[in-house]
Every structure is written in C-alpha cells, then in structure tokens.
C-alpha cells in the first residue's frame, strides 16, 4: 500500500520533524511504502494574507534534512516548469496539484525527471479525462499507451480528491476509483476530498470527521494507496486545519484500512 502522509505545508523546521518522528511507524511497516509529504509552497491559497510556507530554498533544505535523518522518501508539489530541476534534486515523487493537472509544460519538465508522478485529479474534471496527463506523461518518458501496466513501470499515479459540487463542497464519486485505474494506481486523497471551498473569511473549511469514512470507502472499492495531511494539532495548523487528520487518529484509520485490504 502507498502511503503518503504529513502537513499540508512546512510551518517551521521545528514541526516538520515533530510530526515526522510520529510517522516513524510507517516506514518500519514493510506492507507500506511511505511517503513523507509536505509542501514547501501553497501557491493557490485563497487569499494574500494566507500563509504559504517558507519558499522553496528553504523547504528543500528542510525536506533534504528529514530524508537524511529518518530515510524517508518525499513527495512534494511543484506548481512551476522552473521549479522541478530543483525539487527533483531532493524528492523521490513530484506531486502535481489539482489545479495544474492539466498543466502541458509542468507535466512534461517532471516527466523529464527520473522520478515518481502523482497527479491530482482536477476538481473540474471527470475521471475519464485523466487519461490525457497520463499520456503526457509517458509520451514524454516514451511510452505511447496509458494504461494501468505502463503507469506503474514508469511510477506514474492518479489522485482522487473529489469534485465540486455547486460552489461550496466537495463530492467524492467512487466509481473515478475504478475509471481512473485503468490508466494509471490510484491514490485516494482522503483529505481534500472533504474541503469545503467557501472561502469564508478568505480559508477554505472541512469536515475532517468525515475522513474515516471516505478513505474506509475507498479501501473497499480497491485503491492502491492513500494520502493523508495529517498534525499533531489541526486546529492550529497553518493550512487545511479542517481536513486534517490528528496523528494520534491516523494510527488507527491505516490499521482499519489494512483489514479492509486484507479482506
């Protein structure tokens, strides 16, 4: 199982490596393959007065410190052509947000790299259009067909973080779980798929009780990993509070989404 896990973006170095120790337990978990995830930018935050993070310099430092220090592989996003050289330097998978999926130049720089792909499905998008950055993706890395087979050799995956549904919720429909598996793994976003984009007070809201029961969902239907933004205390996170699961309650989410595998 893919795990993806972490803050939603690097508030301090301090943090970082608070929640890093906690998921110090799935990397020793050998039916897992871990990912460390935090973004060093939040470049489509709702308004300017929102916190974005520490820049990319200084987030790469950081990240570079807790690869070396607890061996994990990292995954963060780029929203930039110019900024994948060097993320790539530093990550093992370049994260491509939502917004940006359809993006031609960025998907291209980041399939010039060597590394793994997780593109985000567009909340504007069904999942049979996801076919498409797939393709650029391995037209540029040489491969001429997007298939489930070809993705996975060339570690190329698709994220489900729902749709917009009106102007203020997200809806997860599962039937893109098994329409986007036949393009690419599929990674569910347990998180984002429960943000209420109302842009309130200029921040996005949540309802991060309903996170068990999405991601419980998606085990059943079959996924092959999963993403979770995750902080010791959401409720004073810096970005995407809301959704965001306690570290404390993760534990038991990926041991219940083990059994359901299993089943």
């Given amino acids: 199982m893919v795990l993806l896990a972490g803050p939603c973006v690097i508030e301090s170095e301090e943090n970082i490596f608070k929640i890093a120790k906690e998921l ?3 990397q020793n978990d050998e039916s897992i393959d871990f990912y460390f995830k935090a973004s060093f930018d939040k470049a489509n935050r709702t308004s300017l007065e929102s916190f974005r993070g520490l820049g990319m310099d200084e987030g790469l430092r950081i990240l570079q410190k807790v690869k070396d220090d ?14 994948v050289e060097a993320v790539a330097e530093v990550v093992d998978m ?7 999926c359809r993006q031609t130049d960025l998907l291209v720089a980041c399939a010039k790299t060597d590394r793994a ?42 994220c489900e973080r729902g749709n917009s549904f009106g102007y203020g ?14 393009f690419a793994p599929v990674i569910f976003d347990a998180t984002h798929s ?30 092959d990993g999963f993403f ?8 004073i996170a810096l970005s995407d509070g809301p959704n965001m699961v306690k570290l404390d309650e993760l534990k038991n989410l990926i041991t219940t989404i083990k059994k359901i595998r299993e089943i």
């Fill in 169 to 182: 919720n997200m809806v997860v429909d599962m039937r893109n779980l098994v329409v986007m598996k036949n």
């Fill in 194 to 223: 429960v943000q209420m984009p109302k842009a309130e007070n200029g921040k996005t809201g949540g309802d991060s009780s309903m996170v068990p029961y999405l991601a419980k969902g998606a085990a059943a239907v079959g996924v």
């Fill in 228 to 235: 979770f933004e995750t902080h010791f205390d959401p409720s």
């Fill in 94 to 100: 370049l994260q491509i947000p939502a917004f940006l």
């Fill in 70 to 83: 607890f061996g994990y592989k990292i995954v963060t996003d780029v929203h930039e052509s110019t900024q």
């Fill in 24 to 26: 110090e337990i799935y």
């Fill in 117 to 158: 792909i997780n593109i985000k499905k567009g909340q504007f998008l069904d999942a049979n259009a996801m076919q498409y950055p797939v393709l650029k993706v391995l037209q540029t890395r040489g491969c001429s067909d997007a298939t489930y087979e070809n993705s996975l050799k060339h570690g190329v995956y698709l």
